[in-house]
């Protein structure tokens, strides 16, 4: 038995996390941000999924019989091709899941105009995989996208709130906008952006929902771990958390911090 691993190239993750814990109290976890390689947003799908496939192993090696990649860019890039080809060879009991498939399923539910944007990394953007996804689960819904590269460093460096800050965000935000004047959704395609949750609905205005995935993936989760008793029983059950990450430890719990509202004590890790 072992924990659930929860994976991120950087901190985002820790906001699914921080939902996951929520639902599920119970369950053990380990989260492993990849903090030292961040951001992947801009990498290429190549390394995407080294770098995802070694996080991926690790956590395997720690005793997760389930993995959750946190991350929009790992789902996009590397999710597939690991669980279609590595999976089956290497770890054919275990099970790796992402965070765009959860969301994708949901969109239909929001959209009264059938117009939905999505803002995310550059990487998850031009990956397409929210297209791709949401062909399969309501092909009349159509979908604009709009990559912000600079919204991560402004989070994890806390200058989202500063003027300059907000002009990038609403500036981002008016682009996508732009693109169509029936968007009445937003989806958050990016763990990093429920810190600004708040900041993005108050300039959209209220004629336009914003989504974040943290509750949808956590509410799947749990769907997925009723529908797999065998997954479920090979989880331990303490109500614990452990964290890894590949940058410094002291660098990692200031600004995880930050993220989940209490203090944080994590361990390196080399991949």
Known sequence: MGPIGIFDSGYGGLTVLAKIKNALPNFDYLYLGDNA???????SFDVVHEFTWQAVQFLFSQGCPLIIL????????????????QLPLFFPDRRVLGVIRPSTESI????????????????????????IELKKFAPHIKVFQHACPMWVPLIENNYHESLAGNEIIADDIRNLLKMSE?????????????????????????????????????????????????ITAETSKK????????E?????????????GEQVLASQVHL
């Open 70 to 85: 946190a991350c929009n860019t790992a789902s996009a890039k590397a999710l597939r091709t690991i669980q279609q080809t």
């Open 37 to 43: 390689r961040a951001p992947y947003g801009n990498r």
């Open 239 to 246: 109500g614990n958390t452990r964290y890894f990450t590949t």
């Open 182 to 230: 029936k968007i009445d959704t937003i989806v958050l395609a990016c763990t990093h952006y429920p810190l600004i949750e708040q900041q993005i609905s108050r300039i959209v205005g209220p004629s336009v929902r914003v989504i974040s995935q943290g509750e949808i993936v956590a509410s799947k989760l749990e769907e997925y771990l009723k529908k797999h008793p065998k």
């Open 108 to 131: 239909g539910e929001w959209t009264k105009s059938n117009h939905v944007g999505i803002l995310g990394t550059q990487g998850t953007i031009q990956s397409n995989s929210y297209v």
């Open 248 to 260: 410094h430890p002291s660098v990692f719990n200031d600004k995880a911090s930050l993220f989940l």
